[in-house]
Each structure stands twice: as structure tokens, then as C-alpha cells.
């Protein structure tokens, strides 16, 4: 059975840090892509970081460049999302997900990251 479950979020006051986690099973985690995307209320979901399969590149939104970086253990099966520099603005459910080329994609549940002081 192939399962994302995220885990981490919680309620933090501007400025802090979280760090998000995502255990992976049911699949081989090292032949896929994995990002972290985020749903803000009344917003459309957003990408917010990609890591490619070998953990060798990564990409973010530019809002949140140089305060989040996104790492993967592909021996432990997991990806993570350290947020550091929290912003209200970044309050979200963040979901992870898992693409190998276009057709093949799996979605977490997503975890409630709630900045406010």
C-alpha cells in the first residue's frame, strides 16, 4: 500500500521554525521526485520545493528561497521541509508529494502549519 504521512506542523509565532516531515512506504522512494506543496485558505495549492530522486538539485518558490530548504533520506524513505524564518503568510496545509513522470503522482493527507503570535 503506498502511503505519504506527513508530520511536524503545529502552531508557531512568527519568526520560528518547523520542521516538516513526510515517511514514505509502498513504493521505491529513489526513483521519484519530491516536493512539498502548500494550501493556503481560499488559495489554489502551490509548489514550494522539489528535490530530484538523488537528492542532488533543488528548487523553491521564490517566496520562500533562503528561509525553507527541503533534504531527503532516500535510505530512510523520508523527505523533510525545515521552514525556518516563519512568516504568517506561510500558514498552510503543507502536503508532500511523490512524482515519477507524468502520470505517476501520490499525495500525503498534509499537516497544518499555523503562523500567528
Known amino acids: 500500500q503506498v502511503q505519504l504521512v506527513e508530520s511536524g506542523g503545529g502552531l508557531v509565532q512568527p519568526g520560528g521554525s518547523l520542521r516538516l516531515s513526510c515517511a514514505t512506504s509502498g513504493f521505491t522512494f529513489s526513483n521519484y521526485v519530491m516536493s512539498w506543496y502548500r494550501q493556503a485558505p481560499g488559495k489554489e495549492r502551490e509548489l514550494v520545493a522539489v528535490?530530484?530522486?538523488?537528492?542532488?538539485?533543488?528548487n523553491y518558490a521564490d517566496s520562500v528561497k533562503g528561509r525553507f530548504f527541503i533534504s531527503r533520506d532516500n535510505a530512510k524513505n523520508a523527505v523533510n521541509l525545515q521552514m525556518n524564518s516563519l512568516k504568517p503568510e506561510d500558514t498552510a496545509v503543507y502536503y508532500c508529494?511523490?512524482?515519477?513522470?507524468?502520470?505517476?503522482?501520490?499525495w500525503g493527507q498534509g499537516t497544518l502549519v499555523t503562523v500567528s503570535s
Open positions: 508529494n511523490a512524482r515519477r513522470g507524468p502520470n505517476v503522482e501520490v
Open positions: 528535490i530530484t530522486s538523488a537528492g542532488t538539485l533543488t
